[in-house]
């Protein structure tokens, strides 16, 4: 059984219709639907309060290593608190461990063209088939991230990125930009 809404590579014009069918009848009450929303909401809400708490004490520089820890700290510990693997992805990764797999970046590039038409966030992707559950949550960037995102980054914090992540990408982008997603996967297959 497969059932998704969201975004698949070059569905543009059938995606109205799949989401009609879909979010009136059997998503509304789709207990993972709404688990994954809830982890990104956490997952969103820690990562913010500790990079926007570390900016305003230590300044970007400190909070690189926010970043650095506290990100993947924070996706390993919400994966063994709901038993779904929780992680952040992007077409262009700071980090290569976030390189997207070939499914998550025809999402990713589903969502840029979703944007492209005008569409507004949230995006939203959310399949289930074969005993697997995915839903990921396009990121926007925001003035805030634009520090360590953005076109023109101080040099020092430029520096301090570049000394751990040297095969970065995650630069030159503007304000509403998607600059990744989170992706919440269950696999209850393997079980
Ligand atoms: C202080 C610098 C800094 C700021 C500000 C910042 N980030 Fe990042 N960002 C990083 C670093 C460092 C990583 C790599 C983390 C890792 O190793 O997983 C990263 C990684 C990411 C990733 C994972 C994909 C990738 O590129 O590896 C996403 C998504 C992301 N950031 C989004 C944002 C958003 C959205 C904001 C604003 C709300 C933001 N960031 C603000 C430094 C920053």
Redo the contacts with the bound molecule.
């Keep these: 059984m497969m059932r998704r809404f969201g975004t698949t590579r070059g569905a543009g014009p059938m995606l109205g219709i799949v989401l009609l069918i879909l979010t009136g009848s059997s998503l509304a009450d789709e207990p993972r639907l709404e688990q994954g929303r809830d982890i990104v909401k956490r997952f969103a809400t820690e990562l ?1 309060s500790a ?1 926007r708490a570390t ?1 305003a004490e230590g300044g ?1 520089t400190a ?2 290593g926010v ?2 820890e506290q ?2 700290t924070i996706a390993s510990r919400l994966s063994r608190e709901t038993g779904a693997k929780v992680a ?3 077409l262009k ?3 290569p ?2 390189a997207p797999e070939p499914w998550q970046r025809e999402i990713l590039r589903g969502f840029e063209q979703q944007a492209a038409a005008g569409a507004t966030m949230p995006l939203e992707y959310f399949e289930q088939a074969d005993g697997d559950t995915r839903y990921l949550r396009a ?1 926007g ?2 003035a ?2 634009l ?3 953005g076109e023109k980054i101080a040099d020092e ?1 430029r520096e301090a ?1 570049a000394a ?2 040297p095969f970065d990408r ?1 630069r030159g982008y503007s304000v509403g930009d998607i ?2 997603a989170f992706s919440i996967t269950w696999h209850d297959s393997v079980q």
Excluded: E, F
């Design positions: 913010q990079l900016m970007p909070a690189v970043c650095k990100a993947p952040r992805t992007s990764p700071r980090n461990r976030n990121i960037t925001q805030v991230c520090t360590c995102h914090v990125i751990d992540y995650a600059r990744g």
